[in-house]
């Protein structure tokens, strides 16, 4: 009889368990790496001691010989946001971890996790190091090629806010948070070098141009009593390294249409998109050169040669022409999150809350 009760409960609970617990909580057979554990990708640890198997580490030299298979090795589980090195022959996929990728060779070659809940990711120039910000804002610095954390700056109190991202000699960091506050630090030892300081203001995104020599800051008043509206966002423009005093660009965006913004590659025009419309700007005289009807526009990316811009839609991904704002192609994508297309070697990446593939593979 008790036996029996015993059994009953038994598969009661395993029924609960089943039914309501997270995919994610359930137990698993084989314990979880570790935060801030990276392996290169093929390695396969023992969950007791952690040390790589002697015929898996000679799998992983031999590696870049294999033969790679894009349906299996680069499908994601989550790509919340994607960067390129300077001549975009590697990735860096921002998800749940941390993925650098070759895209010409269509081959994994890092997963890690840096730390909690990463955000935003930019490649050193010379693409030897990464800098990763999470959505606490806490930054930390890892080697491409083993994960191994470099620095860590420990800033978690300045918040959240934008990608924290190399200057053009890879020597300092750039990031603003939401607070109003632009940082340029050592990207060497994560001392704080300059502040700029816009009281009562947030940040809401920083584009530099191709080259780094230019930076645009966009700007957003906080409203500051219950009575007053929701200001438009303007924009400056700071020459690197910021020392000299920014311009402040002829023009004035609203909110609802500003929930993305994106910089030409030479920094003569700005685009904006938002709730309903993709707008692009002379940057030197704040006139309105295009504008065509788009919905829920989250990000815009411009493309290195100029020639297109990717908008990330609810559910999809959107190439658009540069010169007329012309859709030339739609790419599906469940949770659209950030999008990359290559204007020098072709490929185009899509990246959603669920799923991060090349499309070409799809």
Request: positive net charge.
């Amino acid at each position: 009889m008790l036996a029996s009760r015993s059994q009953e409960r038994s598969r009661e609970g395993e029924v609960f368990r089943h039914r309501f617990m997270p995919v994610n909580l359930q137990p698993r057979s084989a314990k979880p790496p570790r935060r801030g554990h990276f392996r290169p990708v093929g390695a396969a640890c023992s969950p007791r001691s952690g040390r790589i198997h002697g015929e898996k580490l000679r799998q992983i030299k031999s590696h870049s010989s294999s033969t790679p298979d894009p349906l299996r090795d680069m499908m994601l589980t989550s790509c919340y946001e994607i960067s390129a090195s300077t001549d975009e022959t590697l990735l860096a996929v921002v998800g749940e971890r941390l993925t650098v990728i070759d895209a010409l060779a269509r081959r994994k070659l890092l997963s890690a996790q840096p730390l909690p809940h990463p955000s935003h990711a930019d490649f050193s120039p010379d693409a030897t190091r990464i800098a990763v910000k999470s959505t606490s804002g806490r930054i930390v610095v890892i080697s491409r090629h083993t994960g191994e954390q470099l620095l860590n700056c420990r800033n978690e109190a300045e918040g959240e806010g934008t990608a924290a991202m190399y200057s053009a000699c890879g020597e300092f960091l750039v990031d603003a948070s939401w607070s109003g506050k632009l940082r340029v630090r050592n990207a060497h030892n994560g001392n704080v070098l300059k502040v700029l300081a816009f009281d009562n203001e947030s940040i809401q995104a920083v584009c530099p141009t191709l080259d780094r020599r230019t930076w645009f800051v966009v700007h957003q008043p906080k409203v500051r009593s219950p009575t007053e509206s929701l200001g438009h966002q303007y924009v400056t423009r700071h020459q690197w390294p910021f020392e000299s005093a920014a311009d402040e660009l002829p023009l004035r965006v609203a909110y609802l249409e500003s929930s993305a913004a994106a910089v030409s590659t030479t920094g003569d025009t700005i685009a904006f998109a938002g709730r309903s419309r993709l707008a692009k700007y002379s940057t030197s005289t704040g006139e309105l050169l295009a504008s065509v009807p788009l919905q829920d526009c989250a990000k815009l990316r411009w493309s290195s040669d100029g020639s297109t811009l990717v908008a990330v839609l609810r559910d999809s991904i959107n190439v658009v022409q540069s010169a007329s704002l012309n859709t030339i192609r739609t790419v599906n994508q469940e949770y659209a999150a950030d999008g990359l297309l290559s204007s020098r070697h072709g490929y185009f990446f899509a990246g959603g809350w669920s799923s991060g593939h090349f499309a070409d593979d799809a």
